[in-house]
Every structure is written in C-alpha cells, then in structure tokens.
C-alpha cells in the first residue's frame, strides 16, 4: 500500500510539472475536434467539416489492412497514421467492407461495381493490385456503414496520437533546453490555424512532422551524450533514437531525408565539438549503421504485418507498374525475389514500392496547381511557390518573433563569429534542426510538385522550434528602450491566439492579413491550402435550409454528393456545359473557380468571370453560389 502510494504522489508530481504542456495539449486535441466535427451531434450528417480529399483513400486503407493484412492499396503511403485512424471505427462500429475475391474480375461499368460492393459484398482482387482506393463506396459512403460516425471517430483517433506525440516532442525539447523552451516550442506548433488544420485530418503530414522533430532531438541528446561516462544512458537514447526515427519512417516516405541530414549533422558536431579523433569517427559511423539499420529492421517488422497475407503475383504486379525507369534492373530483380519470400521479405518489396511511387508522383508532379492567378502543370508553380504560402498562411506573429530572434542572432554573431567559445555554446539540436531546413527547403522549393504548403511543414516546424529557442535565448534582450523580448513574445502570443479563436472553425481555408485574409486567399492557391472539399456538409445544409430543389454543382471534393444534397444536384462544368436555366443555382468551389477562370485556352463566354455580379451566397470559405441571371 505504501509503495502504491508513493508511485500515487510520484505521478501526481510528474502531471504538476509537466502541467502547462498538458494544458496546451488538451486545449490543441479540443480545438482541432471541434474545428472539424462542430457541436452538433445528434445531426452528424451537417455537422463540422466534409471529408477531405486525402482521408478518403487513408480511412478506406487504414480500415483495410487491419482487417485483411494485405498493403495493396494506397501502398504510396506508409500505415502508421492510416492504422491509428481505422482502430476507433474497427472496434467500435466494425463497418461492412468488401472482401477480397480472386474469383470475380474487375466490373465494366458502375452497375456492376454497385453489385459486387453493396449486394455480393465482393472487392475483386483485380481491382485490388491496381491501387483502387479512391472509392469513397467501398468503407465511408458504404449504404451499410454510418459515413459521419466514421470519418469522426477516425479523425478523433488521429487527433489523440497527434496531441499524444507532440507532448513526446515537449518532453525530448524539456530534456535538452528546458521546461520554458520546451513549452514556447509546443504553443509555436499548437495554435497556429495551420498546424491545427492538418493535426484534425486523416492525412500524414503533420504526424509525420512531429515525428520528424522528435527524431531529431532525441538523436541531439544521443549526440550530447557521445563518449560520456554513462554508457546505459547513451544506449537508452540510442535505442530511443532508433524507435523515433522508425515512426517517422512508418508516418511518411519523405521522413528519409532524416537519415543525410542526421548523418552530417552529428558528423560535423563529432569533428567541430567533440574532441576529434580517428577512435571518436569510428564509433560515430558505426553506431549511427547500427542505427539506421536497426531503424529500418524495425520498419519491416512492423510492415510485416501488413503483408502477411499479400500473394507474389499481386506484389510483382505493382512493382512492374511503379518501378522507376532510372533505376537499375537489378534491384528490381532483387525485390521480386524478396516477394516470393516469407514475410518479412515481402515487407522489404512493399517498402521500396512505396518509395518508388513516391519518386515517380515527385518526377511527374502531374497534378495541375492553380497559384497566383496563373494554371501550373507538370513543371510546378515556381520558386515563389512555398515562400509565399509560408508568409501568407502561418500567423503574422510567429514570422514577427522568427525575425527579431534571426536579427538578434546575426548581430550575436558578427560579435563573436571568430570566438570557437560561441560555437561551442550552439547546441547540436540547434544545428540539426538548421541542416535540416538547409536540405529539405532545397529538395521542396526545387520539386514540381506544389499542391500544398502541408508538404513544407516539417520546415515549418523545424523553424518553430528554432524561434522558439531563439526567443528564450534573447528573452531579457531589449528591443526598444524598456520593452524586452519577453514582451514582446506574451503580447504577439496572444494576438496569435485571439487569431486562432476568430477564425475558428475554417482553419483549412486561411490565410493571414498579407493575402487579404481568410476570405481572400482563395486568390493566392487553392488545393489543400484552401479548397480540399471540407464545405460540402454545409452546401447540403444551404441546400436543406434553403429549401433548394435543383443546384448545379462543380465542386472540388471526393465526397459523395447524393448523401449530402440529396439527389437535388446535377453536375455541371460551363467548359463543356450551357448556361443553367435563368434562375437557377449554381455551386462552383473556390479551386474549380480558379481553374476556369484562369485557363487560358477558355473563351470569355466559357469562364465563372461572368457571373462575379451574381453572386448570392458563400457557403463556408470555399464555395461559391451564383443565382443564373
């Protein structure tokens, strides 16, 4: 009894400590839950947020291949978030899917697909290996499942693992800058509207992310504890390093990029810092192998399980049709012969066909992006695409407190730039996290594919933390006569959460006061960055109280229509369309909007453009509704 008291007292301790992170962690996992699923329960069906385009390929998977044990499908993604978003649904619900049959071949026309889904409950396994995630029929619009319940409870459990790794992240940050760091570091990534949209979505980015920064400042202590005198404690943050770097690995393909950047960073920590010599090499090289291979061991363990019921045939097939042509033969080869092994080697195939499609969506980029008033293919939106987004969708205070910390820091530097004492005080994890956004602004800024700022968030994290620790740092630095950093950061901290708080609930949509705000933004790109189909939940309910009988409908969404308007809508595109009839509605999402608009092949009398005065409603930020003049 005594004994279970003190471990009483001991967590109670531990929790009042720890206090104001659990405060910032709660009050991120409640606004992100009420941001996309509202207040209205008992009518779920327009309640919060329509799912998104990426959720319905994630939840369908995730559900998949916890009930089949089979990765053919959305195998372009690793399972780490699509896994954790199918457990509430599974357990709770366990929703009619499709099984699998070898016996039935894929269906010519849509009937057939309905009477193989819905009446004989079959999923042909045809349609399987070709990736065949996109149907929105097969798990969330199912006639026999609850479609809102379970795009909610998947986003909850999404939300609680993302709330429960950034409070992993505070704890790694406490340990190496401590408790007042570690917390500025947590409020950097929790109220800002874009962190929050893509934290309350079934979508990789933002627990990738996390992941990312968690590696990173585990490996940091790893590096600060190189050669001390305490070899468990260095083992323990070596294993633990390890395991982070797998979840990162396990949450997005692009969390490879830890792997040159953690290299060269602890390379030139171990050569600058650290006592240099030929035995501290050595062991640097060989432990951060061990690492890495000890990461990717623990990688196709846990795919292993995701595989074990997948058949050859079916893994050769997708590694014919996604393996890079740059590539050589051999190693294609290779991975064909690893399908036709136990497990584990399979796992190894599933992996690289993973990487590979990634590679081949980066070379491709086929996506059209809309971005600044101009239509962008294959060749990508530019430069300046990234750039802007970063200044025009994260929160003016934060860019604010980023500079003064790099001003202050620069004229720091040009002090001391010649005294080794000022390196030396730099911590590892500062340098990480700088190489870090060094490579990955460089591979993000010069790839084609510019289909959303979310693909730039790890840099945007990296940066948090390194304004957060420059604010500490300079927190008694005067910046005009008796205003100090200190208050300056409490007086921009809280204009960034009123911020946060008035534009709740459309965190997808916005864009700060520099692109006209949130209502504006739509002007500067669409895509994720405003219009991922997030308002069509509230267009049915525009349409329901609005007692609309017919509306034309070119919308931007994965969705499926008939449930939420109620057969009251035809599909319509004036590129290939006529007019309505005079007096009827119309609803034209803000990316559709933007893509007809500024075609250039599109005649005047085949653009949106001319019904700007016959505007009659905005249904959420992202769709428009003309009445046909």
């Known amino acids: 009894m005594q004994y279970t008291g003190a471990r009483k007292i001991k967590v109670k301790e531990k929790i009042k400590k720890n206090s104001i992170a659990i405060i910032i962690c709660i009050f991120f996992a409640l606004i992100c839950f009420f941001s996309v699923s509202w207040f209205n329960f008992l009518d779920l069906k327009y309640s919060g947020d329509s799912i998104t385009s ?45 099984k699998v049959s070898f016996e039935y071949q894929s269906p010519k026309n849509e009937e057939e697909k309905t009477e193989l889904f819905f009446k004989k409950n079959i999923f042909p396994r045809d349609l399987e290996i070709t990736n065949y995630h996109w149907d929105n029929r097969m798990l969330i619009f199912n006639p026999k499942n609850n479609p809102d319940l379970i795009i909610l409870l998947a986003r909850l459990g999404v ?62 202590v790893f590096l600060k504890l190189f050669n001390c005198a305490s070899k468990k404690k260095t083992l323990s943050w070596f294993f633990l390093s390890s395991l982070l770097f797998t979840l990162a690995f396990a949450a997005k393909f692009s969390s490879l990029i830890l792997i040159p950047v953690s290299f060269i960073g602890g390379l030139i920590f ?72 136990n497990r584990f080697e399979k796992a190894v195939s599933v992996y690289a066909i993973g990487t590979f499609m990634t590679i081949n969506r980066i070379d491709s980029s086929g996506q059209s992006t809309y971005f600044l008033g101009k239509i962008y293919g294959s060749e990508g939106a530019g430069l300046l695409y990234f750039h802007i987004l970063y200044f025009t969708k994260l929160p003016l205070p934060f860019h604010v407190l980023t500079l003064l910390s790099l001003v202050l820091f620069f004229l720091l530097l040009g002090k001391n730039v010649f005294k080794k004492e000022f390196w030396q005080k730099i911590s590892v994890l500062d340098f990480l996290l700088f190489v870090f956004v060094a490579v990955y602004s460089y591979k993000s800024i010069f790839s084609n594919l510019n289909i959303g700022l979310r693909h730039f968030m790890p840099v945007i994290f990296a940066v948090s933390l390194l304004t957060a620790h420059g604010t500490v740092v300079f927190w008694n630095e005067k910046i005009f006569k008796k205003i100090k950093m200190a208050h300056l950061a409490f007086a921009l901290l809280i204009i960034a959460f009123i911020s946060t708080i008035i534009s709740f609930p459309h965190y997808l949509s916005y864009y700060n006061i520099l692109a006209g705000g949130t209502n504006n933004g739509y002007k500067i790109a669409t895509d994720s960055n405003y219009d991922w189909g997030q308002d069509i ?62 075609d250039r092949d599109l005649p005047e009398n085949k653009k949106y453009s001319q019904l700007k005065n016959n505007l009659v409603a905005r249904v959420g930020k992202s769709i428009f509704i003309f009445k046909i003049p």
């Open 54 to 98: 990426d959720e319905v390929p994630h939840i369908t998977s995730g559900f998949y291949y916890l009930k089949t044990g089979r990765y053919f499908l959305n195998p372009e993604h690793p399972p780490l978030v699509k896994d954790v978003s199918a457990i509430l649904p599974l357990f709770a619900l366990n929703p009619s899917f499709p």
């Open 159 to 220: 939300i609680l693992f993302n709330s429960a790794i950034l409070f992993v992240l505070y704890l790694l940050l406490k340990r190496y800058w401590g408790k007042k760091t570690a917390a500025l570091c947590l409020l950097f990534l929790a109220i800002p509207q874009f962190n929050i949209a893509h934290g309350s979505l079934v979508t990789t980015d933002f627990a990738a992310a996390v992941l990312q920064m968690c590696a990173l400042a585990s490996f940091g």
């Open 270 to 341: 171990i050569l600058a810092v650290k006592k240099f010599n030929f035995k501290n090499l050595l062991v640097y090289l060989s432990s951060f192998a061990i690492l890495i291979a000890l990461s990717f061991s623990l990688i196709i363990f846990y795919y292993s399980f995701h595989v074990k019921n997948m058949d050859t045939e079916g893994i050769n097939s997708q590694l014919d049709a996604n393996y890079p042509k740059k590539f050589p033969p051999a190693v294609k080869v290779f991975l064909n012969q690893m399908a036709e092994g």
């Open 537 to 598: 939940k509230r267009l049915g309910k525009f349409v329901r109280d609005n007692n609309v009988d017919k509306i034309y409908v070119h919308l931007f969404s994965a969705n499926k229509l008939d449930y939420y308007l109620n057969n009251k809508h035809q599909w319509f595109d004036l590129k290939y369309n006529e007019l309505p009839p005079s007096g009827s509605y119309l609803a034209v999402s803000a990316q559709e909007l933007q893509n007809n608009i500024y």
